[in-house]
């Protein structure tokens, strides 16, 4: 494990922001059980879904491996990240100079950008289908903003907790077989599908001096990796990993299937 470059302030930017729009989609769609997302693309969302729960203990593998979905569950994976934004956030001095926080003791460049993700959500029926797109079409119209928070180290040493600011929008949003090309399969197996594509935040990257000047609390990456079940997959090493890189693997692609798992024969 571990970065070829210097990643920790721009992935721990990246990582409060995802927390925050999981936390969002769970409280919105699935009674706020973080639990019931996974970071997967589509195309091997069922099949990481259902190692989540064999890995974590909560399914007989030998079950029929659509029960063991444990409907609903939503999948979110980043899509890209652009510095194109719909709102004007751009400031050539914060950009280039910096900003000195008089608070957090530190000076830091402050560059706009947007996240987006694909995604989307499957329920069993249909009723939880339309209620929980009805959710997602009236936060749709609303102005949402999330605030991932952020721990800084001051002047002083001490830790200091800010957030920043992330601007909601969305892009495809439509019901049942979008995204999927095998719409006969999923209304055989009696599953909806919610398209999330283009779920979007207009937000900001911060970037500081120091190397670990932006992080996240080890009791706050603790508190996210205990609600999910499997995370670890066949990391040998788990009990050696600091919280940090344990949350680094969660969203790295060794996290997920490979290719070659994810069309085995079963």
């Not at 280039?96 to 029926?125: A, H, M, Q, W």
């Not at 500081?208 to 999910?228: C, H, M, P, R, W």
Request: proline share 2%.
């Amino acid at each position: 494990m571990g970065s070829f470059l210097d990643t920790s302030n721009f992935l721990n930017t990246y990582y409060a922001l995802h927390i925050a729009v999981e936390q969002h989609i769970a409280d919105m769609c699935l009674n706020g059980d973080l639990n019931r997302i996974i970071y997967s693309s589509r195309e091997y969302a069922f099949r990481e879904r259902v190692r989540q729960r064999e890995n974590g203990g909560t399914t007989n593998p030998n079950k029929d491996k659509t029960a063991s979905l444990d409907l609903p569950f939503a999948y979110l994976k980043l899509d890209t990240i652009t510095p194109k934004t719909d709102r004007k956030l751009w400031n050539n001095l914060a950009n280039i100079e910096g900003l000195y926080d008089s608070t957090l003791g530190i000076k830091y460049r402050v560059i706009p950008c947007n996240i987006s993700f694909t995604g989307g959500i499957l329920y069993s029926s249909l009723e939880d289908t339309l209620y929980a797109h009805s959710k997602i079409m009236s936060d749709e119209s609303n102005e949402t903003i999330l605030y991932p928070e952020l721990t800084f180290t001051n002047s002083d040493g001490d830790e200091v907790t800010d957030s920043i600011s992330a601007f909601l929008g969305y892009g495809n949003i439509e019901i049942d077989g979008s995204g999927y090309e095998e719409t006969d399969w999923l209304t055989k197996n009696r599953m909806h599908h919610i398209n999330l594509d283009g779920l979007n935040f207009d937000t900001v990257i911060l970037s500081t001096e120091g190397a670990e000047d932006v992080y996240l609390t080890e009791q706050f990456i603790l508190n996210f990796l205990s609600t999910k079940d499997g995370y670890s997959g066949d990391l040998d090493d788990i009990d050696t990993l600091d919280p940090q890189e344990l949350l680094t693997f969660y969203f790295d692609e060794n996290g997920s299937l490979s290719e070659e798992e994810a069309t085995e024969d079963e």
